[in-house]
């Protein structure tokens, strides 16, 4: 043990780390000099880690002394909004004036969509994007034939050739672990770089960290770093929709895990017909704490009859599970109709489930197929359907989430296709349940909740006593072991 001595004085925000818990870091970082720094790094050099800070610094100068305004494009969901929410903050309140866009989810394809642009991006002014871009080549070009400038900020894979804008904030310029970054995130660490006043503000924190769960994110590296000052924030100045999330967040101060969070504010605030999304970014700017949480309680009271919505359509989506696919691992599902912006819920849920990749595809009035794919384990989803070419007029995401669209293709032929290349692809196999320590007794599970927040590729400890493992198991005021072959994510 390379830290054991002075473990004891081992501090963790207000936190004291145990014996047992430094263990756990000694043994999930056995390369780090600190596994404790590994674990919980202190405050990142943001603008050093990250490409293309410096141009952002410099359009934004340009910008004000030419007095354009930004177009801050964003992703429709927890993560592009909470971005929106930091990057419109803080510029506005540097005195920019800010033009927030949001894609429409059943309509539109991916990317940049000049149409959206059209008559509110101007010659002079900057596209500025949170979550959302780097694949946009069309609609980089279309606002750079304008006459506008562009820097995408975005954490989503790379797919060459990259869109021409004069900046690009992504962390997968440089790898790990600045890739753990949620989107939000990446603008957050690029304008509290360029203005450091607003850093580690309590909204700004909680509108990331609701991001960073909501987009699952590994929680690990920054993203901690970030959590950890979430935590240890005094929420006493939130007003309305904030104060709302931060007192709804489950055992924030304490140990929460990002299913707990997940449960409690993201499903609540859902996706597609009567789902929050539409209004989370209204909801998060209105101060009046009495009307948030009279529209909070009617969230949930939506969010129950979605839930009951998805059973019905996870039923019928099992059956209809593609019998070929399965031989190869895979979940492939065709439904005619999908309440619109369940297609992602239901891929997750049958992903959990099943613990296997899946496919959801549908039809669209148009005439056009869109899927979405959640992945399980190792496996690249946004990889896989990337390497499909040009099968799809838009294909996008990341590892663990993607989709695509494709047109002037029959369910048939997309069928063929996308079978041929899980034939072809190198799949990885689903990981082993993991085990931290085996043990003659179980250890007291209040031990490791020091280690808390669990989630995302930080999963709670697990241990093994003679044949069984245990998962510790952490509620809102309660911890215990449980048996079973669970990740615990
Ligand atoms: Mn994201």
Redesign the pocket.
Known sequence: MRFWKNALAKQRGRCRLTHLACKILDIRYPDASDPVEEWLPPRPDWSSELPDIDILRSELKELRDRGGKIVLYG?D????IT?IYIGQRILEGEGYQVVPIMPIRVTDDFGLLPERMEGVLLPGDLLLTV??GCSAVRGVKWAIDLGARVVIT???TLHYPLPPAHGMINPQRVGPPATYL???SVLYAALVSIFPRWENQPELLTANAL?TVS?R?PFLGWNRYLLEEFRKMDTGVLKGGLAVFAEVWPAREKAWTGSMVRHAITSVIGKGEDSGIEILLEFMNDENYKRCRKTWKRLIKNSRRRSYVLSEIFAQALQNTDDQASAYGMNLVYLDCIPDGMGGTLASKMSRITRRGTLIVSPRENGKLAGEARSYGDWDMAGFLVSMGDVFTSAGG?RM?AGFSCEGTSWSQLRELLLSQMVSYPMDPVPVPHVDLVVDELPDPAEFLCLAPFGGKFLPPAVQKGTLRYLMNVGENSVSWFITEESGD
Request: hydrophobic fraction near 20%; aromatic fraction near 6%.
């Open positions: 992703h969901d927890m993560d592009g971005g979550d959302y975005d954490h989503h949620a989107g939000c991001g987009d994110v990341h989430a």
